[in-house]
């Protein structure tokens, strides 16, 4: 097997310009906190909103991920319209009131330089840019 001299960049990479291993790209939070962000302003997602808002195609996973450092969201079973107006369960997850001190801390504890209680910071209006940021 022969090397390829001009590797593609690694994801996150801009045109014309290489990412070296372990390199992280910085621009957009990662998902997860862009997802936290929008739960402590109040919001709350199913799986197609979370798509659609957040650019999260994996709600789910990305709630596991937040659990697993320590911040409880509630969940509920919605039913909403799927492929041809058909009923599909989807679950809606939200923080409660409660927790949402403990997700600010954690979210400062991953961006010390976003003010805890501006979590709007951390939310994305378009692909690649975020709210608040400019």
Known sequence: MTQRENPAPLAGGRPGQEMKQG???VSTPRKWRRVLGALIDGRSFNRCEAERELHDH???ST??????????IY???DIVPGFRGMPTRVCRYWLPQEN???AR??????CPHIEPGNALQHTVDSPGRVRGAD
């Open 23 to 25: 390199q992280v790209d």
């Open 58 to 60: 994996c709600l789910h």
């Open 63 to 72: 709630v596991s991920t937040i659990q697993s450092k320590g911040v409880t």
């Open 75 to 77: 969940r509920r079973e």
């Open 100 to 102: 949402r001190e403990r």
């Open 105 to 110: 801390v954690l979210l400062h504890e991953a």
